[in-house]
């Protein structure tokens, strides 16, 4: 008979569950927690003592752009000068770049997500089938899960083409509605629904889009929407889709946004890094930016990183039957400061 012996260690502090933070702490063996939330204080000295909560979910990435970011380049501040395609300068630098040094871009993204106690991360994917490709490959040796996003590689609506992306991938995300025909964008997405996949795109980033076209596209997810009116915000509340935002990207662009509105409105959020070419992917430095403006309380931010994503893009990381998921980090009370992640 063999005995198999469990070398427990703890967290203490306060435990983030679905229904708010728990005093209390966690026992674990291999970065897993085993008995979830106890009441009281640890048998022996924790590993570590702060805000515990289940790894993040960083909710809007595009990290093909990454190696842009090792070139310290100075880039435009002008959302229509640096991202908009096809012309804007990162699609053209893209376009430059040789494959090696997209990958490696990507794998130091990476590694900086999984350092910071981010376990998934939900990617827009430009060029096509083969920005599908490039992402998969660059993921081969790490330990993070991703929800792929793909995009056709012209801003067509091509039925093979759509078909050989949403097999490679979890859904389409979309530039933004300026971008497109409308009967190509409105193909795209009808097409999306049948296959039963995710379909996002960018909306109201810059100006105030249609809120009607917008809608008829029957997203799952939209990005920014900081241009958008109360009004869009509450349609958009109603309709129950969730709005990702990247507040370190707008401060990047000097984008005015509509933050008080959307807290005000109280439409689901969740929060994301933008693009890899002007910030690391930490999403916990978005919850920092966040709680500076003095908009939205702590325990909230930090629910919008993790309960809230995982439940918008059906992620079923959780232990069942408990809130947390089976690992975690350790955030320093007042400055949000990474104190451990469980591996």
Same mark, same amino acid.
């Given at each position: 008979?063999?005995?198999?012996?469990?070398?427990?260690?703890?967290?203490?502090?306060?435990?983030?569950?679905?229904?708010?933070?728990?005093?209390?702490?966690?026992?674990?063996?291999?970065?897993?927690?085993?008995?979830?939330?106890?009441?009281?204080?640890?048998?022996?000295?924790?590993?570590?003592?702060?805000?515990?909560?289940?790894?993040?979910?960083?909710?809007?990435?595009?990290?093909?752009?990454?190696?842009?970011?090792?070139?310290?380049?100075? =880039?435009?501040?002008?959302?229509?000068? /640096? +991202?908009?395609?096809? @012309?804007?300068? $990162?699609?053209? %630098?893209?376009?430059?770049?040789?494959?090696?040094?997209?990958?490696?871009?990507?794998?130091?993204?990476?590694?900086?997500?999984?350092?910071?106690?981010?376990?998934?991360?939900?990617?827009?994917?430009?060029?096509?089938?083969?920005?599908?490709?490039?992402?998969?490959?660059?993921?081969?040796?790490?330990?993070?899960?991703?929800?792929?996003?793909?995009?056709?590689?012209?801003?067509?609506?091509?039925?093979?083409?759509?078909?050989?992306?949403?097999?490679?991938?979890?859904?389409?995300?979309?530039?933004?509605?300026?971008?497109?025909?409308?009967?190509?964008?409105?193909?795209?997405?009808?097409?999306?629904?049948?296959?039963?996949?995710?379909?996002?795109?960018?909306?109201?980033?810059?100006?105030?889009?249609?809120?009607?076209?917008? =809608?008829?596209?029957?997203?799952?997810? /939209? +990005?920014?929407?900081? @241009?958008?009116? $109360?009004?869009? %915000?509450?349609?958009?509340?109603?309709?129950?889709?969730?709005?990702?935002?990247?507040?370190?990207?707008?401060?990047?662009?000097?984008?005015?946004?509509?933050?008080?509105?959307?807290?005000?409105?109280?439409?689901?959020?969740?929060?994301?890094?933008?693009?890899?070419?002007?910030?690391?992917?930490?999403?916990?430095?978005?919850?920092?930016?966040?709680?500076?403006?003095?908009?939205?309380?702590?325990?909230?931010?930090?629910?919008?990183?993790?309960?809230?994503?995982?439940?918008?893009?059906?992620?079923?990381?959780?232990?069942?039957?408990?809130?947390?998921?089976?690992?975690?980090?350790?955030?320093?009370?007042?400055?949000?400061?990474?104190?451990?992640?469980?591996?």
């Amino acid at each position: 008979m063999f005995l198999t012996l469990v070398h427990m260690k703890y967290v203490q502090g306060e435990i983030l569950t679905k229904d708010g933070f728990i005093t209390g702490y966690l026992d674990f063996d291999k970065g897993r927690v085993l008995e979830g939330v106890r009441k009281g204080t640890p048998p022996e000295k924790p590993v570590a003592k702060g805000l515990i909560l289940p790894t993040c979910i960083n909710a809007h990435t595009h990290l093909g752009d990454s190696f842009i970011r090792f070139k310290h380049l100075e =880039l435009p501040c002008n959302v229509k000068d /640096l +991202v908009a395609p096809p @012309a804007g300068l $990162k699609h053209r %630098l893209l376009k430059e770049a040789s494959e090696q040094e997209i990958l490696e871009g990507i794998r130091m993204s990476l590694g900086e997500m999984t350092a910071s106690g981010t376990s998934c991360f939900c990617d827009f994917r430009e060029s096509g089938l083969i920005g599908i490709f490039q992402l998969k490959k660059a993921m081969k040796y790490c330990d993070i899960d991703s929800v792929v996003l793909s995009r056709p590689s012209q801003m067509i609506y091509e039925k093979e083409e759509l078909d050989k992306l949403l097999q490679n991938s979890d859904g389409i995300g979309l530039s933004s509605i300026s971008d497109w025909e409308p009967s190509e964008i409105e193909k795209i997405a009808k097409h999306v629904r049948k296959k039963k996949k995710l379909f996002a795109l960018h909306a109201s980033e810059v100006v105030c889009e249609d809120i009607d076209q917008i =809608l008829d596209l029957h997203p799952n997810l /939209l +990005v920014h929407m900081i @241009a958008a009116t $109360k009004a869009d %915000l509450d349609r958009v509340n109603d309709a129950n889709i969730p709005i990702v935002v990247c507040p370190r990207s707008y401060m990047f662009f000097h984008l005015k946004n509509n933050l008080k509105l959307m807290k005000k409105t109280g439409v689901p959020l969740l929060l994301g890094t933008d693009n890899a070419m002007i910030n690391t992917p930490d999403v916990i430095q978005e919850v920092q930016a966040l709680f500076k403006t003095g908009l939205f309380a702590l325990e909230e931010l930090l629910t919008n990183v993790t309960y809230t994503p995982r439940k918008a893009l059906n992620l079923d990381d959780c232990i069942q039957g408990r809130d947390l998921s089976e690992k975690f980090i350790v955030l320093e009370r007042d400055s949000l400061k990474l104190l451990y992640v469980s591996k």
